[in-house]
Protein backbone atom coordinates (compact mmCIF):
# COMPACT_ATOMS: atom_id res chain seq x y z
CA UNK A 1 0.00 0.00 0.00
CA UNK A 2 0.84 3.77 -0.33
CA UNK A 3 1.76 5.44 2.51
CA UNK A 4 1.79 9.49 2.24
CA UNK A 5 4.65 11.86 3.88
CA UNK A 6 4.98 15.40 5.36
CA UNK A 7 8.74 16.09 5.53
CA UNK A 8 9.49 19.38 7.38
CA UNK A 9 12.86 21.14 7.37
CA UNK A 10 13.24 24.52 8.31
CA UNK A 11 9.42 25.38 8.17
CA UNK A 12 9.02 24.07 4.87
CA UNK A 13 7.87 20.84 2.97
CA UNK A 14 10.79 19.24 1.46
CA UNK A 15 11.92 16.18 -0.36
CA UNK A 16 16.11 16.29 0.42
CA UNK A 17 18.33 13.60 -0.15
CA UNK A 18 18.57 11.51 3.39
CA UNK A 19 22.51 10.78 3.75
CA UNK A 20 23.23 14.53 3.03
CA UNK A 21 21.00 15.64 6.15
CA UNK A 22 23.43 18.18 8.18
CA UNK A 23 24.46 21.56 8.97
CA UNK A 24 26.86 21.58 6.54
CA UNK A 25 24.50 21.54 3.97
CA UNK A 26 21.99 19.18 2.91
CA UNK A 27 21.11 18.84 -0.71
CA UNK A 28 17.11 19.23 -1.73
CA UNK A 29 15.41 18.56 -4.61
CA UNK A 30 12.26 20.32 -3.46
CA UNK A 31 10.86 22.94 -1.60
CA UNK A 32 6.56 23.59 -1.61
CA UNK A 33 5.37 26.69 -1.59
CA UNK A 34 2.12 25.25 -0.31
CA UNK A 35 2.21 24.69 3.48
CA UNK A 36 2.02 21.24 5.49
CA UNK A 37 -1.62 21.45 5.88
CA UNK A 38 -2.68 21.83 2.34
CA UNK A 39 -0.94 18.12 2.42
CA UNK A 40 -2.32 17.07 5.23
CA UNK A 41 -5.97 17.76 3.74
CA UNK A 42 -4.92 16.40 0.53
CA UNK A 43 -4.36 13.01 2.15
CA UNK A 44 -7.62 13.39 4.08
CA UNK A 45 -9.87 13.84 0.90
CA UNK A 46 -8.20 10.82 -0.62
CA UNK A 47 -8.73 8.57 2.87
CA UNK A 48 -5.11 8.11 2.59
CA UNK A 49 -4.62 7.22 6.62
CA UNK A 50 -0.94 5.83 8.20
CA UNK A 51 1.48 8.82 6.19
CA UNK A 52 3.91 10.28 8.30
CA UNK A 53 4.91 13.75 9.23
CA UNK A 54 8.64 14.18 9.99
CA UNK A 55 10.34 17.11 11.76
CA UNK A 56 13.61 17.25 10.15
CA UNK A 57 15.45 19.61 12.78
CA UNK A 58 14.23 22.57 14.63
CA UNK A 59 11.93 25.14 13.04
CA UNK A 60 9.26 22.89 12.31
CA UNK A 61 6.35 22.42 14.90
CA UNK A 62 4.07 25.04 14.10
CA UNK A 63 3.94 23.40 10.87
CA UNK A 64 3.18 19.75 11.75
CA UNK A 65 0.60 21.28 14.63
CA UNK A 66 -0.84 22.69 11.76
CA UNK A 67 -0.53 19.01 9.52
CA UNK A 68 -2.49 16.74 12.77
CA UNK A 69 -5.06 19.83 13.29
CA UNK A 70 -6.50 19.65 9.35
CA UNK A 71 -5.98 15.47 9.82
CA UNK A 72 -6.71 14.53 12.93
CA UNK A 73 -6.40 10.73 13.84
CA UNK A 74 -4.75 10.45 10.45
CA UNK A 75 -0.92 11.02 10.32
CA UNK A 76 2.06 9.64 12.29
CA UNK A 77 3.98 12.31 13.86
CA UNK A 78 8.04 12.31 14.11
CA UNK A 79 10.99 14.35 15.23
CA UNK A 80 12.32 15.23 18.46
CA UNK A 81 9.67 12.84 20.36
CA UNK A 82 10.07 11.98 23.54
CA UNK A 83 8.28 10.27 26.60
CA UNK A 84 7.82 14.01 27.95
CA UNK A 85 6.14 15.63 24.76
CA UNK A 86 4.52 12.49 23.31
CA UNK A 87 1.15 12.39 24.60
CA UNK A 88 1.34 16.23 23.80
CA UNK A 89 1.77 15.25 20.01
CA UNK A 90 -1.44 12.55 20.26
CA UNK A 91 -3.35 15.05 21.65
CA UNK A 92 -2.45 17.35 18.62
CA UNK A 93 -3.79 15.17 16.66
CA UNK A 94 -1.08 12.06 16.02
CA UNK A 95 -2.61 9.31 15.73
CA UNK A 96 0.64 7.64 16.62
CA UNK A 97 4.06 9.30 17.24
CA UNK A 98 7.26 7.92 15.90
CA UNK A 99 10.74 7.76 18.08
CA UNK A 100 14.72 7.02 16.75
CA UNK A 101 17.24 8.96 18.34
CA UNK A 102 15.73 9.51 21.77
CA UNK A 103 15.65 5.67 22.64
CA UNK A 104 19.22 5.84 21.62
CA UNK A 105 22.59 6.62 23.55
CA UNK A 106 25.61 6.63 22.82
CA UNK A 107 25.15 4.18 19.65
CA UNK A 108 23.14 1.89 21.99
CA UNK A 109 19.73 1.31 22.67
CA UNK A 110 18.35 2.32 26.06
CA UNK A 111 15.86 0.48 26.78
CA UNK A 112 15.09 2.22 29.94
CA UNK A 113 13.99 5.37 27.80
CA UNK A 114 11.67 2.84 25.14
CA UNK A 115 10.08 1.48 28.55
CA UNK A 116 9.59 4.89 29.66
CA UNK A 117 7.71 5.99 26.45
CA UNK A 118 6.23 2.50 26.42
CA UNK A 119 4.71 2.84 29.70
CA UNK A 120 3.67 6.68 28.75
CA UNK A 121 1.30 6.33 25.54
CA UNK A 122 1.13 2.38 25.42
CA UNK A 123 2.53 0.14 22.69
CA UNK A 124 -0.18 0.86 20.27
CA UNK A 125 0.49 4.37 19.82
CA UNK A 126 4.06 4.15 19.15
CA UNK A 127 6.02 3.78 15.69
CA UNK A 128 9.69 3.01 15.88
CA UNK A 129 11.83 4.15 13.05
CA UNK A 130 14.62 2.06 12.04
CA UNK A 131 16.15 3.66 9.50
CA UNK A 132 18.95 1.92 8.59
CA UNK A 133 22.43 2.38 5.93
CA UNK A 134 25.07 -0.31 5.02
CA UNK A 135 27.78 -0.86 6.54
CA UNK A 136 29.33 -3.97 4.76
CA UNK A 137 26.93 -6.62 4.04
CA UNK A 138 24.79 -5.57 6.94
CA UNK A 139 22.11 -2.75 7.97
CA UNK A 140 22.13 -0.95 10.82
CA UNK A 141 20.14 2.16 12.29
CA UNK A 142 21.17 5.41 12.33
CA UNK A 143 20.35 8.48 14.30
CA UNK A 144 20.73 12.18 14.65
CA UNK A 145 19.90 12.84 11.41
CA UNK A 146 20.59 10.02 10.13
CA UNK A 147 24.54 10.69 10.44
CA UNK A 148 25.11 8.08 13.56
CA UNK A 149 25.52 5.11 13.31
CA UNK A 150 24.25 2.54 16.08
CA UNK A 151 25.45 -0.66 17.04
CA UNK A 152 21.63 -2.08 16.10
CA UNK A 153 21.68 -4.23 13.10
CA UNK A 154 18.30 -4.62 11.52
CA UNK A 155 17.69 -8.22 11.18
CA UNK A 156 15.16 -11.07 12.36
CA UNK A 157 15.95 -10.84 15.73
CA UNK A 158 15.94 -7.13 16.06
CA UNK A 159 12.40 -6.84 14.41
CA UNK A 160 10.96 -9.17 16.70
CA UNK A 161 12.62 -8.29 20.02
CA UNK A 162 11.39 -4.47 18.73
CA UNK A 163 7.85 -5.82 17.58
CA UNK A 164 6.60 -6.71 21.45
CA UNK A 165 7.00 -2.52 22.35
CA UNK A 166 5.28 -1.05 19.13
CA UNK A 167 2.15 -1.16 16.90
CA UNK A 168 4.99 -0.45 13.21
CA UNK A 169 8.15 0.52 12.13
CA UNK A 170 9.05 3.04 9.71
CA UNK A 171 11.76 2.26 7.85
CA UNK A 172 13.90 4.90 5.66
CA UNK A 173 17.17 3.35 3.69
CA UNK A 174 18.76 5.96 4.10
CA UNK A 175 21.72 5.42 1.40
CA UNK A 176 19.39 5.63 -1.19
CA UNK A 177 16.64 8.05 0.03
CA UNK A 178 15.94 11.45 -2.41
CA UNK A 179 17.67 9.51 -5.09
CA UNK A 180 14.91 8.06 -7.33
CA UNK A 181 17.31 5.80 -8.61
CA UNK A 182 15.53 2.69 -6.95
CA UNK A 183 14.85 0.41 -4.53
CA UNK A 184 16.69 -1.10 -2.22
CA UNK A 185 15.10 -4.23 -2.44
CA UNK A 186 17.33 -6.70 -0.35
CA UNK A 187 16.19 -4.79 2.95
CA UNK A 188 12.42 -4.64 1.22
CA UNK A 189 12.64 -8.22 1.14
CA UNK A 190 14.27 -8.47 4.91
CA UNK A 191 11.02 -6.61 5.74
CA UNK A 192 8.63 -8.70 4.26
CA UNK A 193 10.28 -11.95 6.02
CA UNK A 194 11.01 -11.11 9.28
CA UNK A 195 8.58 -8.22 10.67
CA UNK A 196 6.20 -9.80 12.80
CA UNK A 197 4.34 -6.39 12.65
CA UNK A 198 3.44 -3.92 9.98
CA UNK A 199 6.36 -1.85 8.62
CA UNK A 200 6.84 1.32 5.88
CA UNK A 201 9.64 1.38 4.05
CA UNK A 202 10.56 4.37 2.50
CA UNK A 203 13.97 5.16 -0.30
CA UNK A 204 14.27 5.10 -3.65
CA UNK A 205 11.20 4.87 -5.39
CA UNK A 206 10.83 6.16 -8.89
CA UNK A 207 7.35 4.63 -10.57
CA UNK A 208 4.21 3.30 -9.87
CA UNK A 209 5.74 -0.20 -10.62
CA UNK A 210 7.92 -0.11 -7.18
CA UNK A 211 4.24 -0.14 -5.07
CA UNK A 212 3.52 -3.97 -6.95
CA UNK A 213 7.47 -4.29 -6.10
CA UNK A 214 7.34 -3.82 -2.45
CA UNK A 215 3.61 -5.68 -2.18
CA UNK A 216 5.82 -8.75 -3.41
CA UNK A 217 9.27 -8.51 -2.45
CA UNK A 218 7.97 -7.24 1.31
CA UNK A 219 5.04 -10.81 1.16
CA UNK A 220 2.00 -7.99 1.19
CA UNK A 221 3.40 -7.00 4.78
CA UNK A 222 4.82 -3.98 3.94
CA UNK A 223 3.75 -0.48 2.62
CA UNK A 224 5.75 1.87 0.16
CA UNK A 225 6.15 5.87 0.69
CA UNK A 226 7.69 7.78 -2.38
CA UNK A 227 8.74 11.25 -1.78
CA UNK A 228 10.88 13.33 -4.62
CA UNK A 229 9.54 11.05 -7.23
CA UNK A 230 5.88 12.07 -7.07
CA UNK A 231 4.73 14.89 -8.96
CA UNK A 232 3.14 16.82 -5.99
CA UNK A 233 6.64 16.85 -4.71
CA UNK A 234 8.20 18.11 -8.41
CA UNK A 235 8.88 14.90 -9.40
CA UNK A 236 7.72 13.08 -12.65
CA UNK A 237 8.48 9.27 -11.93
CA UNK A 238 4.95 9.20 -10.25
CA UNK A 239 1.67 10.69 -10.66
CA UNK A 240 -0.26 11.31 -6.63
CA UNK A 241 -3.45 10.13 -8.46
CA UNK A 242 -2.13 6.51 -9.55
CA UNK A 243 -1.35 6.14 -6.11
CA UNK A 244 -4.68 6.89 -4.71
CA UNK A 245 -6.03 4.67 -7.30
CA UNK A 246 -3.14 1.47 -6.68
CA UNK A 247 -4.30 2.02 -2.93
CA UNK A 248 -8.54 1.71 -4.00
CA UNK A 249 -7.89 -1.21 -6.10
CA UNK A 250 -6.13 -3.30 -3.24
CA UNK A 251 -8.69 -2.18 -0.73
CA UNK A 252 -11.34 -3.44 -2.01
CA UNK A 253 -13.45 -2.84 1.05
CA UNK A 254 -11.85 1.03 0.81
CA UNK A 255 -13.51 3.01 4.14
CA UNK A 256 -13.84 6.43 4.41
CA UNK A 257 -12.62 7.46 7.66
Not at 13 to 25: F, W
Not at 93 to 101: D, K, L
Not at 169 to 198: K, M, N, W, Y
Request: proline fraction near 3%.
Amino acid sequence: MFRPCIDLHEGKVKQIVGGTLSDAGTRTNFVSEKPAAWFAELYRRDHLRGGHVIQLGPGNEAEARAALAAYPGGLHLGGGVNAANAHDWLEAGASHVIVTSWVFREGRVDWTRLDELVKAIGPEKLVLDLSCRKRGEKYFVVTDRWQKFTDLEVNAETLQKFSAGCAEFLIHAVDVEGLCRGLDRELVSLLGQFAPIPATYAGGANSIADLELVTQLGQGRVDLTIGSALDIFGGSGVKYADCVKFNRRKHSGWAVP
